[in-house]
């Protein structure tokens, strides 16, 4: 199993920045790919950003150019950048991890709120 622990939320006025951060533990060698979704009030939960082992990444089109995935293989960890934000950028972050056996962990979610 993969426990991920997702930090940096917060609230921001429009055209600030946050800095995501999930930890992975336990098996992480079977994870293929890590990334950010974001679900708002009443909305379906979205993909924002992903980041395969091999660092390959794929952003939404409402991001690219404002967000920034990366990871640091050696704390076994994902960032998420968000610069210029917007207020609808509002919602809970997701942090995903996908195995190589297609199934997928997640973390707690933490809360970006933009205020306009």
């Known amino acids: 199993q993969v426990q991920l622990v997702e930090s940096g939320g917060g609230l921001v006025q429009a055209g600030g920045s946050l800095r995501l951060s999930c930890a992975a533990s336990?098996?992480?060698?079977?994870?293929?790919?890590m990334g950010w979704y974001r679900q708002a009030p009443g909305k379906q939960r979205e993909l924002v950003a992903t980041?395969?082992?091999?660092?390959?990444?794929n952003y939404a089109d409402s991001v690219k150019g404002r967000f920034t995935i990366s990871r640091d293989n050696a704390k076994n960890t994902v960032y998420l950048q968000m610069n210029s934000l917007k207020p609808e950028d509002t919602a809970v972050y997701y942090c995903?991890?996908?195995?190589?056996?297609?199934?997928?962990?997640w973390g707690q979610g933490t809360q970006v709120t933009v205020s306009s």
């Open positions: 995903n991890a996908q195995h190589y056996s297609r199934q997928n962990s």
């Open positions: 336990g098996n992480i060698f079977s994870i293929n790919a």
């Open positions: 980041i395969t082992s091999r660092g390959s990444t």
